[in-house]
């Protein structure tokens, strides 16, 4: 069964602090794991992409990726107000076949 | 990262009409998608495609169609639009990877 889980929200967490998403998943297939930031009305941006188990940094952003435990995360340093959006995170499914499932996003608020 | 490009950005039309949402591509990506995507839901995929005259359905039944004529086009049609089609639209491509680039979206509404 595909599907990809995430705590809606919201996520309030001061400016300057660490917001922490978390995201799991049922299909143990899958590969590529993605986070994208969506603001209101918008389409989604990529932020992360990640692969393999551990942790990938591009500068304020950290994804961490743990396939035994079908677990994705995605930390967010020193929050600013502007990373105010609902992130959502993406799970290739079925092999190879290139298909993306999306969670229904996590809203995350920085209170400035 | 990609460009796409969708048109119209908002579209307001009356029951029955057709209507086709475009959607392009400069980067020569070979996978192009279509996603629905209602007010504070998750994203749907509708139909994909990867490459010229192949397309696919989605996960999400839709009475809309596509086409793939030409690898940068990837239009979206409703033959006969009704109110429960009312929703965001977004288009994406991605290359041999599977990171996907997003189109700016279209909302319609069916009156």
């Known amino acids: 069964q595909k599907e990809v889980e995430q705590n809606s929200g919201p996520l309030s967490v001061p400016e300057g602090a660490i917001a922490s998403l978390n995201c799991t998943y049922s299909?143990?297939?899958?590969?590529?794991f993605f986070w994208y930031r969506q603001y209101s009305g918008k389409s989604p941006e990529l932020i992360m992409s990640?692969?393999?188990?551990g942790d990938k940094e591009d500068g304020r952003f950290t994804a961490q990726l743990n396939k035994a435990s079908q677990y994705v995360s995605l930390l967010i340093r020193d929050s600013q107000p502007s990373d105010s959006a609902t992130y959502l995170c993406?799970?290739?499914?079925?092999?190879?076949?290139?298909?993306?499932?999306f969670g229904t996003g996590t809203l995350l608020a920085i209170q400035p | 990262e990609a460009d796409i490009y969708q048109t119209p950005r908002y579209l307001v039309i009356g029951t029955g009409k057709k209507i086709t949402l475009e959607c392009s591509q400069t980067m020569g990506h070979d996978k192009m998608y279509w996603y629905q995507q209602d007010p504070g839901m998750e994203l749907h995929l509708i139909h994909y495609?990867?490459?010229?005259?192949?397309?696919e359905k989605g996960d999400l039944s839709s009475e809309s169609t596509v086409s793939r004529i030409r690898t940068e086009h990837f239009p979206l049609t409703l033959e006969s639009a009704r109110p429960s089609h009312t929703s965001q639209y977004l288009c994406?491509?991605?290359?041999?990877?599977?990171?996907?680039?997003f189109g700016p979206g279209t909302r319609l509404l069916v009156l």
């Open positions: 299909d143990r297939g899958s590969q590529s």
């Open positions: 993406a799970v290739t499914y079925g092999g190879a076949t290139n298909k993306l499932i």
């Open positions: 994406a491509s991605a290359t041999r990877g599977e990171t996907q680039y």
């Open positions: 990640i692969y393999s188990n």
């Open positions: 495609s990867y490459g010229v005259n192949s397309t």
